[in-house]
């Protein structure tokens, strides 16, 4: 059975959720107040209902409680996207995501028990000082505040070194993980592994150390 998802809200970043779900294969549900917004995505989504989710019996009308996961993407009106959250937890709804608007919005979500809470401009933010900083990089994974898996692509400086003896843990304090090469993807590679330029090496470590390591060997 298809995976099904309903996103609450469709202003920019609900639109923007509808149109990726509806790629994949999954069953999208969305619902907004507003009809002209709902008309829009008619066509887009399996499903897509004009309603107030602020109201249980409208939640339950549309069948809420066999959805598999949930989007709350009303930022603007705090309480709103407050009360569809506890809603949707309340009614069982396994895995419920919210977009916060700011740092308060975030706890009050936090609290009501919303499994993963979204901060787009944050995240994006951070998402495009990481990548400015570094052409190298391809993908980040914040693990904590300080600590991250990368993705960075081997230049011609490591072409043909072994990872011994860059001793890279030792001076760096960051871990190789993984190495990705055309269609080979090497788990922790041995010490005696050789890097090619263009190789994309995971690497796990504190940002501080990652970005040395990749101005001074990679
Ligand atoms: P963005 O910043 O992503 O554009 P907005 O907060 O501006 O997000 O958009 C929120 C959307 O949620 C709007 O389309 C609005 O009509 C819809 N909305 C607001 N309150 C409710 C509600 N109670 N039930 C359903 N949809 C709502």
């Given at each position: 059975m298809k995976k099904s998802i309903a996103i609450f809200g469709l202003g920019r970043f609900g639109e923007a959720l509808v149109k990726e779900f509806s790629k994949m294969k999954v069953e999208v549900l969305a619902v907004d107040i507003d009809e002209e917004k709902v008309n829009a995505y008619m066509n887009i989504a399996d499903?897509?209902?004009?309603a107030n989710a602020t109201d249980e019996q409208v939640l339950q009308k549309i069948g809420v409680k066999n959805v598999d996961q949930a989007f709350v993407s009303v930022g603007t009106d705090v309480l709103a996207s407050i009360l569809i959250s506890l809603l949707l937890k309340g009614m069982g709804v396994p895995e419920v995501w919210a977009k916060a608007k700011?740092?308060?919005?975030?706890?009050?979500?936090?609290?009501?028990?919303v499994d993963h809470i979204i901060r787009p401009e944050q995240e994006s933010a951070k998402r495009i000082a990481r990548h400015s900083l570094s052409s190298q990089m391809i993908e980040f994974l914040e693990l904590s505040e300080?600590?991250?898996?990368?993705?960075?692509k081997a230049t011609s400086k490591i072409d043909g070194?072994?990872?011994g003896k860059l001793d890279i843990r030792a001076k760096y304090g960051c871990t190789i993980a993984?190495?990705?090469r055309d269609d080979q993807f090497i788990i922790s590679p041995a010490p005696e592994e050789v890097f090619y330029t263009d190789?994309?090496?995971?690497?796990?470590?504190?940002?501080?150390?990652?970005?040395r390591l990749e101005k001074?060997?990679?």
């Amino acid at each position: 059975m298809k995976k099904s998802i309903a996103i609450f809200g469709l202003g920019r970043f609900g639109e923007a959720l509808v149109k990726e779900f509806s790629k994949m294969k999954v069953e999208v549900l969305a619902v907004d107040i507003d009809e002209e917004k709902v008309n829009a995505y008619m066509n887009i989504a399996d499903y897509a209902v004009c309603a107030n989710a602020t109201d249980e019996q409208v939640l339950q009308k549309i069948g809420v409680k066999n959805v598999d996961q949930a989007f709350v993407s009303v930022g603007t009106d705090v309480l709103a996207s407050i009360l569809i959250s506890l809603l949707l937890k309340g009614m069982g709804v396994p895995e419920v995501w919210a977009k916060a608007k700011d740092g308060n919005h975030s706890k009050i979500l936090e609290k009501i028990g919303v499994d993963h809470i979204i901060r787009p401009e944050q995240e994006s933010a951070k998402r495009i000082a990481r990548h400015s900083l570094s052409s190298q990089m391809i993908e980040f994974l914040e693990l904590s505040e300080d600590y991250s898996v990368v993705e960075i692509k081997a230049t011609s400086k490591i072409d043909g070194m072994p990872l011994g003896k860059l001793d890279i843990r030792a001076k760096y304090g960051c871990t190789i993980a993984g190495i990705h090469r055309d269609d080979q993807f090497i788990i922790s590679p041995a010490p005696e592994e050789v890097f090619y330029t263009d190789d994309i090496l995971i690497i796990i470590g504190h940002n501080k150390d990652i970005t040395r390591l990749e101005k001074e060997v990679i």
